[in-house]
Every structure is written in structure tokens, then in C-alpha cells.
């Protein structure tokens, strides 16, 4: 009894209550954002589409139920990782789709002048998503959309011309090649929750091939118990940023698309990656055999990821084609 009552112990059991019952507050992953909010005037310019997500999905980031919490050291936001791990996900296509934006999407040709308001914004969205000060990753991620929202004022208004948006099929294809090496990525490290033996074919393919250093021919492959969870949000979150951008770019590209038939692909990989923001009714992320009584989850996504990647290959291939 006398333990119950120091006013000490009492303090710190309400504290640790409060700082729990804030986790669960801001352990929430975003609802999907709404296009039409991105193209609300009545004859959307190309690009405006694309533009718009790419500035609503830095928002969302920021100012979604907890704001931005990757950098935070303070607890309880210190303490959690499945939140800041989503966000790295969504960060590392926000990351994608501005160097396309800034490299491809901008410019007419090789030899063109890059965007000044998408030169300064590109910077901005590499900075250490942990840092927090000295600059603030917040910070420099909100000056960031802002240059982009000055790019999309320009390229909204019809009667000038100094801000432009391609979409060509060879544009469209560059980015897929950054998503698709982002999904294989992501796909090969689920996949690795449970052990695996893998044949090496960093050379497959090419008899000349040559690498730095030897590597053996079987690879033993296995994700870090700690870090199971971690790339499983990683995951959702980079397919909740990539629902949205393949959406945007169903109408910017919707003329290239339809020359090669290519909609239905664009769409089903989009039904594949709305499959992975599925609720999770486990308390935590399983790590179960293939085959046995509990759930894998890693696995599970694993398999989503890889489809909407086998799917994102084939759309290259129609885009290429002529």
C-alpha cells in the first residue's frame, strides 16, 4: 500500500498511460486521398494530376494524425517504429517521382533548361528523414512541396508557357524503372523473413559479366528478426504512395496509354497494391512458416508486391514497344 501511494510511482503510471494512449493515437496510417481534390478545375492541364498528388502526399505526410514523426526524439514518438517506417515508404517515392518530375517529366529534351521551381524542390525531399535540426527534415520536405505547388500554379495557367508537363511514353517509362527496382527491392527483403537458400544471379545473363569481388554461387538469405516489421510498413507505405501516383498518371497519360492498350495492366496494378492496405487484424506482424498454423505477413505482402511488380514490367514493355 505504501508503494501505491508515493506520489512518484503514481506520477510516473500516469504519465506511462498518457504516453500509451498517445501512441495508439498517432499509430495510424492515412485513409487514400481523393483525386478529384487534385484536379477540381474543368479541364485539367496535362500534368496537373501528377503534380497534385505529388504535393497532397508531402501534406499528408506532414500533417497527418501525429504529423511527421521519423525525426522525432522525444517519447512517445521515439519509442514507435511502425508509423515512421510507413513514412520512409511513402518518402522514397515522393523521392522517385520528384527526381522524374525534375529529370523527365519538365523538359522537352536532354538539352533542355530544368524547371527552376522543381531544381530547388528535388533537394529538399533527400534530406536525411531523420534529421531534426540544423535543418529540420519537416522543414525542408514542406519547402519542397511548396516550390512544386509554385510549378503547378505556373503550369495551370494556360496563357503562359514557361512551366511544361511531357507525357510521353518514354517519360512515364523512366519513372516505372525507378518503381519497378524500388518494388523488387522490397519484395526480395519480405520474402527473406523466412530463411532461404537463393542461387546468386548477379551475372545471369550476360556470359562478359564481371563484379568487384567474388560472391559465392548460393546465397543464404535471411531478414534480421527486427526488422520483419519494419520493411512490412515500409511496404504499405510505399504502395499507398504508388496507388495514387499510378491513379494521377492514368490521367495525365491516358493518350499514351490507350495507344497501347495499356490501361487494364496500369489498373490491375493498382487493384495488386490496393491489396496490400488490407487491415491487419493481428496485434503484430506474424513471421510464421510458409506452410504453417500462423500467418506470415511478410510473405503475404511479399506476394502482392511481386505481382504489381510483374505487372509494372509488362507495362514498360507495351510502353516501349512501338
Do not use: C
Request: charged share 20%.
Amino acid at each position: 500500500m505504501s508503494v501505491i501511494r508515493n506520489p512518484f510511482i503514481i506520477i510516473l503510471m500516469v504519465l506511462l498511460v498518457l504516453m500509451l494512449a498517445v501512441a495508439f493515437y498517432f499509430d495510424h496510417e492515412p485513409d487514400f486521398m481523393s483525386l478529384e481534390r487534385s484536379t477540381d478545375v474543368q479541364q485539367p492541364v496535362i500534368g496537373v494530376a501528377t503534380t497534385s498528388m505529388l504535393v497532397q502526399t508531402v501534406d499528408t505526410l506532414l500533417n497527418k494524425r501525429g504529423g511527421y514523426l521519423s525525426n522525432d526524439v522525444t517519447p512517445p514518438s521515439v519509442m514507435m517504429d511502425n508509423v515512421p517506417n510507413w513514412e520512409f515508404g511513402v518518402l522514397q517515392q515522393v523521392r522517385d517521382l520528384a527526381k522524374s518530375l525534375r529529370n523527365d517529366y519538365s523538359r522537352s529534351q536532354t538539352q533542355s533548361i530544368p524547371d527552376e521551381d522543381l531544381e530547388l524542390a528535388e533537394p529538399k525531399f533527400n534530406v536525411d528523414s531523420d534529421a531534426w535540426m540544423f535543418p529540420s527534415a519537416e522543414g525542408e520536405y514542406k519547402n519542397g512541396a511548396d516550390a512544386v505547388r509554385k510549378y503547378l500554379t505556373r503550369l495551370q495557367d494556360t496563357s503562359k508557357q514557361d512551366a511544361q508537363f511531357y507525357a510521353r511514353a518514354d517519360n512515364l517509362n523512366e519513372w516505372l524503372s525507378l518503381v519497378e527496382k524500388r518494388l523488387g527491392a522490397l519484395s526480395l527483403r519480405l520474402s527473406q523473413a523466412r530463411p532461404q537458400v537463393r542461387v546468386n544471379t548477379d551475372l545471369a545473363g550476360d556470359a562478359n559479366a564481371q563484379q568487384s569481388t567474388s560472391t559465392a554461387s548460393e546465397i543464404v538469405a535471411r531478414t534480421s528478426w527486427f526488422a520483419i516489421d519494419d520493411n512490412f510498413y515500409e511496404a504499405r507505405g510505399t504502395s499507398w504512395a504508388l496507388i495514387h501516383y499510378l491513379r494521377a498518371a492514368e490521367i495525365d497519360f491516358k493518350p499514351v496509354l490507350e495507344d497501347k492498350n495499356a490501361i487494364p495492366t496500369l489498373r490491375q496494378i493498382i487493384r495488386e497494391l490496393e491489396s496490400t492496405q488490407q487491415p491487419i487484424s493481428s496485434p503484430m506482424i506474424l513471421n510464421g512458416s510458409g506452410m504453417g498454423m500462423f500467418a506470415n505477413h511478410s510473405l503475404v505482402m511479399s506476394s502482392y508486391i511481386s505481382r504489381a511488380n510483374s505487372g509494372i514490367a509488362q507495362l514498360r514493355s507495351l510502353l516501349a514497344d512501338g
